[in-house]
């Protein structure tokens, strides 16, 4: 049975999330938890209603003209975009909802000024992290990824606080007190992490390894889909990619839609998430292939051994 049938047969398996279409798309594969919807994001996104989705995290095309991009806009053009579906986001997104935005260092100070214009821009986060790669020589090179927290209502939307504690350095390990109350007592253990996260990117011998050339790392979507969404809820991602955050939500019992224009991705989120391991008759495997050509210590260790014997 081809992959399609079996789909359109189970139909009663994703009823819920379905349910958020006004149109539904013309490819997708689901079962009853996660949409895998191959189209153009803009398509999909016009097909859904108004406020029905809870958590929606972006991360864009880059469009600085890195090797693996296809396609390079204008500046112009490329903002102009981008503001388009932000837009068509925040349509669909609950009242309660939150909506994080990636970007390129390059274009984000103009989405920014855009959304903060028409939304409430709730946090301003700094993901950072070490790079093995080659490193700027005459500037400073680039270690981060910035994320915007965006809401509709910035006092109804969800926030998990529970979900994101750290311990508090003041209170649990320098067991300082505090003497601006009546009555003194030790600072909390606990606090809600702040906006500067440290965590390393996927690399090729890590498990979650998808041949995707910006994978995000599952602890990233993690921290975001625990801290603004709940259990059965419903997340989507309008550009998927390597389906990370759809596999993150799914393991945390949530509800998700993935969006994603490249076939080859495509294939990437319906083994990933466990839809099927057939497409259009090709079987589905996991075979890595390494995102850079830069040589490991391993290939050194073996040229050396290569060198020594010649």
């Known amino acids: 049975m081809s992959i399609e049938n079996k789909i359109y047969s189970e139909e009663q398996n994703i009823k819920d999330v379905k349910d958020v279409f006004t149109l539904l798309p013309q490819r997708y594969y689901g079962n009853e938890n996660t949409l895998v919807v191959h189209d153009d ?73 855009y959304i903060s214009s028409k939304y409430f821009v709730r946090a301003r986060i700094i993901w950072y992290y070490d790079s ?28 998990n606080s529970d979900e994101v504690m750290v311990d508090a350095k003041t209170g649990k390990q320098r067991k300082l007190i505090d003497y601006r109350g009546k009555i003194p007592k030790r600072y909390s253990t606990k606090k809600v992490m702040g906006n500067v996260w440290y965590i390393p990117r996927v690399r090729y011998k890590m498990p979650e390894y998808e041949n995707h050339p910006t994978q995000k790392p599952e602890k990233l979507l993690d921290i975001i889909v625990r801290a603004s969404s709940k259990e059965n809820q419903i997340v989507l991602d309008p550009f998927a990619g390597s389906f990370t955050t759809c596999a993150v939500a799914n393991k945390l019992k949530r509800k998700c839609i993935g969006i994603e224009i490249n076939e080859e991705y495509v294939k990437i989120g319906i083994r990933r998430l466990g839809i099927s391991n057939v497409y259009n008759g090709e079987q589905l495997l996991k075979v890595k292939v390494k995102k850079t050509k830069n040589k490991s210590k391993k290939d050194h260790e073996h040229y050396s051994m290569l060198n020594s014997i010649l």
């Open 132 to 159: 093995s790669g080659v490193q700027a020589k005459r500037y400073f090179g680039s270690l981060y990824e910035p994320i915007l927290m965006v809401v509709k209502d910035k006092s109804k939307y969800i926030f």
């Open 41 to 113: 994001c803009l398509n999909v996104l016009k097909g859904i209603k108004d406020n029905s989705i809870d958590l929606i995290f972006a991360d864009p095309p880059y469009n600085i003209g890195k090797e693996f991009e296809k396609e390079i806009m204008k500046k112009e053009e490329y903002i102009k975009w981008c503001e388009t579906w932000i837009d068509e986001c925040m349509r669909i997104l609950k009242r309660s909802g939150t909506f994080y935005l990636m970007a390129a260092t390059q274009f984000m100070p103009y989405l920014d000024v």
